[in-house]
């Protein structure tokens, strides 16, 4: 559990973390850098921000496109998924799942803003083309 609170609630925080440790084993960690695999810290200014650089380092190292190149756009306004057929033949299901799967997570904890792209993706998932795998690693 990750207790989260401002600096002029302390006091409160405190004696939850009291009435928790009379029933359960609990750890104080003190500050937090990361959590389910995002990245917390603190602004100059006291602000929180968030991140994921090293989950997505692993997805990329995961699907080897680490040497990729930088998109402007998660979506190629050229590339109709649409109209990808069975002429560009098929890939595995379960890596382009995979991956939607990565970005969903991404999506979900700090890049909303790839969300409408990795939707577009997800009609997908069940039958695969080779022209699909390639346009959701280009979001990655």
């Not at 090293?54 to 998109?71: C, G, M, P, Q, T």
């Amino acid at each position: 559990m990750l207790l989260t609170y401002p600096p002029q609630a302390a006091k409160e925080a405190e004696e939850i973390k009291t009435a928790l440790a009379t029933t359960y084993k609990i750890t104080n960690l003190r500050t937090t850098r990361q959590f389910l695999g995002i990245d917390i810290y603190r602004l100059r200014d006291g602000t929180i921000g968030l991140g994921q650089r090293r989950f997505i380092d692993s997805v990329l190292k995961r699907f080897h496109i680490e040497k990729a190149y930088n998109a402007t756009t998660p979506l190629d306004d050229k590339f109709k998924l649409d109209l990808v057929d069975e002429t560009d033949g098929e890939t595995d299901p379960r890596e382009y799942q995979a991956i939607v799967g990565s970005l969903m997570y991404i999506v979900l904890a700090t890049r909303p803003d790839i969300s409408f792209a990795v939707a577009a993706y997800t009609r997908y998932n069940s039958k695969p083309f080779t022209g699909h795998l390639t346009a959701a690693k280009r979001v990655v």
